[in-house]
């Protein structure tokens, strides 16, 4: 490594200093037999008699470390969780790194050392990755991209279209930690706060239940929250998404900032959680078997899907109703 | 579309702006019967007869648009090219789009209008995406990330463990086109010129000699151009890379411009070249089926692999040799 102890240009222009860069902090911390930094494209094994997937997401969240997490083990529990919740098992991870000149170097070590805990804690090999420097100024110090390959039995049939009226929704746990623990980081806002975010892989929570009859659909309520989820359901299906508010598992802290600053639990990033929607006859089975999981303690069913318009309809605690309209203006950019 | 005409933060919060633009951009360019915007994980269909590769890689050029190609074009061939010299047959391809708030959305439809184009004439399907938006002054336009999945026969034997003492090195066209058309278009130097990028797909290119005997090992020389690949066959060989500069293919305006800027075109990216280390025996052939393909006109034997120390040596045309040294400093950053 160079001397000097900051990210420059020519740590992406492809050369030594680039070599030296992956090899020691990207290689270090990644390093697994199928992560080959000399080649340019990775062999990876898929077994034949299962059917793969692959989901892409970026990351920008700022600031880079968080109460809970930081932007390296969020782009894997991210991309882990996407696959998890179509009822894959993840396995394979590619990484695409944009770092701003002037990046501490110690920073970035310290993210790509989470970032490679998280990924041997899910059980998915970062295969193939890329890094490119930007000049200063022109990155916002970090983001990255991975893209997650997993692979899930033939046919199996997760997705909107399995959903039937009166099915229950349910969550696996609190809505709304990750995208105030990022706020609270900020210090944008005059406010301490002790909580953490969720950022975590759901897959012993998918992997749980994914295969219980009655199981039709589930999703990780990240960018956009729940709220977003549910108009997803809500189009895809044309039914409403009726929601219990009081059955909605929110912590105190989180409700607290969400009531100081005026922003809805119901819009904030989860970045540990699942949406599923059941079978009623099986919300229980599920939500037992959620519990049972660390991450699930506080699994809940907060409402069901009922005969309407497509819309989402929250039925507040002192028993009125108000729809909860989609999301148009941006609460908290840079969240994910 | 909203009225506006430029990228809001709210394009990117997961709301109903990220729909709209999803549905009227990116699903309207890139919409094959592979992409499904609501679903998180999207199924590909893979030959259990054959191994599987994926690469993955991140774009910045600048600007974004520039002769020959743009960011958009560029990212898919980018991503086809690392499947292609590892002889694979590139299939699926993930996109990432990171865009800084304020930009055109008339830019952004040309872009993935030009990406969509050139994914369908390298044969791959956008299967998954995702779009980030980042506050105006963290995001230099817009980045992207790719990341390709392909298929080649099993137990195929290109790599570096394949070169031999006295192979060939051959080149596919000339040197030094993208990386100088890049600097033109900046037009930080009063220079005019009419290089135009290299910028393609090189699947054609690899195809042609992919499983042709004596072919020992291929590769894109995009970042840190021909130097960056020459080195890294020496340093995995311990061969030295014997170059003849009066065999390489230099286009007239491209030596010009370096000639004038005090650039070296073995330093500059080309993104639709490949380089190829063959048996001596087939050099000719391998040559002979390049020329024949549109791209590979200029093809030629540029040198070979002799016993040494791992070194990058260059006959002048004059009669001298000079090391070329491993790249060290930035010529050219956001170049690819």
Wanted: charged residues 20%.
């Amino acid at each position: 490594m160079s001397a000097d102890r900051h990210i420059t240009l020519a740590h992406g222009n492809g050369g030594r200093f680039m070599r030296e860069l992956i090899d020691t902090i990207f290689a270090r911390h990644l390093s697994n037999p199928k992560l080959d930094v000399t080649v340019d494209a990775a062999k990876i094994a898929l077994s034949p008699d299962l059917e793969t997937v692959i989901t892409t997401d970026g990351y920008t969240v700022q600031p880079l470390e968080f109460p809970g997490g930081d932007i390296g083990s969020l782009a894997i529990h991210g991309t882990v969780n996407d696959l998890a919740v179509s009822g894959a098992t993840p396995l394979f991870v590619t990484l695409n790194v944009f770092i701003e000149e002037g990046l501490e170097l110690a920073t970035l070590d310290r993210i790509v050392q989470s970032l490679g805990a998280a990924a041997l804690a899910a059980g998915v090999k970062v295969v193939a990755g890329d890094t490119k420097v930007v000049p200063r100024g022109e990155g916002g110090g970090l983001y990255l991209a991975t893209t997650g390959v997993g692979q899930r039995a033939r046919g199996q049939g997760l997705g909107m279209a399995a959903i039937r009226e009166g099915d229950a929704v349910l969550v696996s746990g609190t809505l709304g930690d990750h995208g105030t623990a990022v706020m609270l980081a900020r210090g944008d806002f005059d406010l301490r706060g002790s909580v953490l975010s969720d950022s975590a892989s759901v897959l012993s929570l998918t992997l749980a239940v994914g295969e219980t009859p009655g199981v039709r659909f589930m999703r990780d309520p990240t960018r956009g929250g729940f709220a977003t989820v549910a108009h997803e359901i809500a189009r895809a299906t044309m039914f409403d998404v009726y929601i219990e508010e009081d059955h909605v598992p929110v912590r105190p802290a989180v409700r607290s900032v969400c009531d100081i600053l005026g922003y809805d639990p119901y819009y904030l990033a989860c970045e540990g959680r699942v949406v599923a929607v059941v079978a009623p006859e099986v919300a229980d089975e599920v939500l037992a078997l959620w519990r049972a999981q660390p991450g699930g303690e506080d699994a809940a069913q907060i409402g069901s899907l009922i005969a309407g318009k497509g819309n989402v309809i929250l039925r507040t605690a002192i028993g009125g109703t108000r729809l909860l309209d989609e999301l148009e203006d941006d609460p908290l950019p840079r969240i994910c």
